[in-house]
């Protein structure tokens, strides 16, 4: 009804005769159209769209919820600060893009400013804060005051130390930032070329950059806003380079912001996208000969006495990269964050937008009705599943890790590494790729930045190189996957999630036992695939790098890298599997909950094997007819997700602020609201653009008075 052909062409040739006016002087038509805008919205305000797909689930909406968010208590405070945030004109987001960067970051600041209010004002728990600050949904430099500075110190500080500095973070008296990456290095954390080096005269270290490469650069929040930093530099006392260590360093005066003798800094450009990450201040930052307090180098882990002695404590020195370990592990759980945001904003437009299907002037076919579609967006819904329960566990490991260290138990570290470095890795580049994905899932109109979709993307894909590039963490995992299969044959029995390979002898030789499509339903088929899949793998990798004999391991490892990262993220896949059927074996209340999940799982373990059936097929685990038949099971369950699907992602219970999505809204109704939103760009504030009289109508003219002339 929107297309209608006649306001339009009305609309063009009172625009080409029209005088440049402001938006509140809009030519007639547009008030028209624009207030039947309006009007339409109001009226349709109560319509829901979608109703006829909701009515469709076969499973308890409100009880999927409770099994996304963990517990009842989980959906309810959710829900409560979404809700608060999204009534909060403050936190108003929908104009975000059209802000220069200026406008942008002070916009960042008083948000940050006033989400604090609001966290004294209503006596927030830390639970409560942390969710309002997630709807709030703008990268600020309180992410790293409380996602890094603060862990750090809790981390790598002496008790003495965190009851010093964690109050005055607490309350914001200081706001620190993480300064570990310098412009020359940052994936290669033992080649950071800042110094501190200890003066016993004074009982001070002195933190200098000796090169332009030594500049630190990226710590989010360091470019702006952040009075304090912990800064990870080379240790030098007693004429020895000790490696790197963490110092809490002073940056800006407490009185005036200013930077404090020997700093120099500020924010180091804009980045990728419109609005997005610009609302950080990623900043650099140099040192000349800056002394702090000897007691302001973070002295758990490893200490400087007053004469200048150096000792280190006896535990692994792979602690000082703990914040990073925590970081990463908090980093998967985000990941299904964006990914089921992406996602519910591709599935509801998908179930609104329609195209062909019919001849006769009837209507046409749902876009979601495709095979097609059914067969690029299901399984990124059912990934979204899967990354939500694996971060889920994930949280739990490093819990269970922290507890053991805390007892000076150290044999899970190798564990824990492995697993957040592979789970950051495989889902933050699944979940880039994925909100891509949705954005052509959405036409032409998911390009708009009205979508959502471009802003997220934006956002999202830098999580694919900080906190550890993910090509540089996978490798990691692949060097942890050799040196167990380097034990296995001295007979030592591998534990945690590598547990599987002590099953060796079986899995480099078992053949699967499908042998119709529905035997794929069955778990314990999924898995043996999945293990024999991995290990097989990760065995051809050993091998080849020992066949290599002339060469040095090192060098063998080398020439191998780009086989040894399928071989890590094949294992990585394999634990997100395990953690998904393992989440499926128990018990789930809810009508028809249970079920739904099943299909989940099974939908993201059979997607995933046919995208990697080259491997599947390559190592033997199954035959070309298995894998044709996992392909066959696939169909057979996008069938069975489509009428479930609006519902599944009406469980991630997500509010339209928080979506930030005219093609997600929960009630359907789009085409108002693209239409609504088109309007408002600062583009459309006058009906003739501003250059027209410099360059449009002289360009018009001079083409006219050619013609003439013909
Ligand atoms: C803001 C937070 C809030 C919420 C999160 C949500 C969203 C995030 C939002 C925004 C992001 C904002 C901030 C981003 C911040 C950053 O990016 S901070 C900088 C991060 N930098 C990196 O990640 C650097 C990556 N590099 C490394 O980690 C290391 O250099 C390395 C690649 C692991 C190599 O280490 P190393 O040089 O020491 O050498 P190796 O020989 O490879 O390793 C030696 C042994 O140590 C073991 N190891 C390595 N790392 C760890 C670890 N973390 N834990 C335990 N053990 C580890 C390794 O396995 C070797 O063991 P061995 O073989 O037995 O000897
Ligand atoms: C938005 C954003 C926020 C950030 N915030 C912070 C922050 O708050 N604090 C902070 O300290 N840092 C921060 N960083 C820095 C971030 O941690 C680093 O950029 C990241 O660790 C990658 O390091 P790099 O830039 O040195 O990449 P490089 O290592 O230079 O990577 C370049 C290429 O080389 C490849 N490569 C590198 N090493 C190897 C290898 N051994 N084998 C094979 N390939 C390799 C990589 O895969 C990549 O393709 C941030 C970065 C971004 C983008």
Same mark, same amino acid.
């Given at each position: ?106 916009? &960042?600041?008083? !948000? ?6 609001? $966290? *004294?004002? %209503? =006596?927030?728990? /830390?639970?409560?804060?942390? +969710? ?104 030098? &006392?007693?004429? !020895? ?6 110092? $809490? *360093?002073? %940056? =800006?005066?407490? /009185?005036?912001?200013?930077? +404090? ?114 067969s690029?967006?299901?399984p %990124?819904?059912a990934s979204?599943?899967a990354f939500?329960?694996v ?23 190798q564990e824990?590494?492995a697993c957040?470095a592979g789970l950051k890795a495989v889902t933050?580049s699944v979940?880039?790729d ?36 993910n090509v540089v963490l996978l490798l990691q995992v692949a060097r942890i996957l050799m040196k167990t299969v380097s034990q296995l044959a001295s007979g030592k029995q591998p534990v945690g999630t590598m547990a599987y390979m002590g099953k060796v002898q079986y899995l480099m030789q078992c053949k699967s036992a499908v042998s119709s499509a529905e035997d794929w339903l069955n778990p314990d088929a999924i898995q043996e695939a999945f293990e024999a899949r991995a290990l097989r793998m990760a065995v051809n990798c050993a091998q080849n790098i020992s066949q290599a004999a002339?060469q040095?391991e090192a060098a063998g490892f080398y020439e191998r890298s780009p086989d040894l990262l399928e071989a890590a993220v094949a294992h990585i896949q394999l634990i997100i599997v395990t953690k998904f059927i393992e ?18 799982c099974n939908v993201y373990a059979l997607y995933i094997l046919h995208k990697h059936l080259g491997d599947f097929l390559a190592t033997g685990c199954i035959t070309p007819r298995q894998g044709a038949l996992a392909n066959e099971q696939l169909g057979?369950l ?73």
């Open positions: 009804m929107w297309r209608g052909g006649s306001n339009t062409r009305t609309c063009k040739r009172r625009f080409f005769s029209s005088p440049t006016r402001s938006r509140h002087h809009r030519p007639p038509y547009i008030c028209r159209l624009h207030s039947r805008g309006s009007q339409h919205l109001k009226a349709m305000a109560e319509v829901d769209h979608l109703a006829a797909e909701r009515a469709t689930a076969r499973f308890d909406v409100e009880e999927m919820k409770v099994a996304w968010a963990g517990s009842r208590h989980a959906v309810h405070v959710a829900d409560r600060m979404a809700r608060l945030v999204a009534s909060d004109p403050v936190f108003r987001k929908d104009n975000r893009t059209m802000l220069s960067r200026k406008e942008l970051f002070k916009d &960042t600041l008083r !948000k940050a400013a006033h989400a604090w209010k609001r $966290i *004294v004002e %209503l =006596r927030l728990t /830390e639970e409560e804060a942390d +969710l309002l600050r997630q709807y709030v949904d703008q990268p600020g430099y309180v992410d790293l005051h409380w996602g890094m500075f603060v862990p750090a110190i809790k981390g790598q500080g002496t008790e003495e130390q965190q009851h010093k500095w964690l109050p005055l973070a607490y309350k914001f008296q200081i706001i620190g930032c993480y300064a570990q990456t310098e412009l020359g290095h940052g994936s290669n954390v033992q080649g950071l070329e800042t110094t501190a080096t200890f003066d016993p005269k004074t009982d001070e270290f002195v933190i200098h950059s000796p090169t332009l490469t030594s500049s630190k650069w990226w710590p989010g929040g360091l470019g702006k806003a952040s009075t304090h930093a912990v800064v990870y530099a080379r240790l030098i &006392t007693e004429g !020895k380079d000790y490696g790197i260590h963490g110092f $809490i *360093v002073q %940056l =800006r005066s407490l /009185e005036d912001h200013s930077p +404090l003798p020997g700093v120099t800094l500020g924010d180091i450009g804009g980045k990728f996208g419109s609005g997005a990450y610009n609302s950080m201040d990623n900043g650099v930052l140099r040192f000349d000969h800056v002394r702090i307090p000897r007691d302001q180098m973070l002295m758990r882990l490893s200490q400087v006495t007053r004469e200048g002695k150096y000792v280190h404590s006896n535990v692994p020195k792979q602690l000082l990269y703990g914040t990073m370990v925590y970081v990463r592990q908090s980093i998967v759980a985000d990941a299904s964050k964006a990914l089921s945001r992406a996602v519910c904003i591709a599935v509801r437009y998908s179930a609104v937008r329609k195209q062909f299907g019919s001849q006769d002037g009837g209507p046409e076919t749902q876009v979601l009705n495709y095979k097609t579609q059914q690029r967006l299901f %990124l819904l979204a599943y939500r329960f971060g889920d566990w994930l949280n739990w490991l490093y819990t269970d890790v922290t507890q053991k260290l805390e007892a000076k138990d150290f044999s899970t570290l824990a590494h957040t933050t979940t880039a994925a909100i891509e994905e949705c954005r052509k899932l959405c036409g032409g109109h998911g390009y708009l930045n009205s979508s959502g979709l471009p802003e997220l993307f934006a956002v999202y894909v830098p999580a694919c190189t900080y906190e550890g590039d002339s040095e989440k499926v074996h128990q018990e789930i209340p809810g009508h028809g909950v249970k079920e739904q999940l099943q299909a989940l057979k996008y069938a069975q997700v489509r009428p479930n699907a609006v519902a599944l992602v009406d469980a991630f219970n997500y509010t339209d602020h928080y979506l930030g999505s005219v093609l997600g809204r929960y009630d359907g109704d789009v085409y108002p609201a693209l239409y609504e939103e088109a309007w408002k760009d600062p583009l459309n504030e006058t009906v003739v653009p501003e250059g027209y009289h410099e360059y449009l109508r002289p360009l018009i003219k001079q083409q006219q008075l050619k013609l003439s002339r013909l």
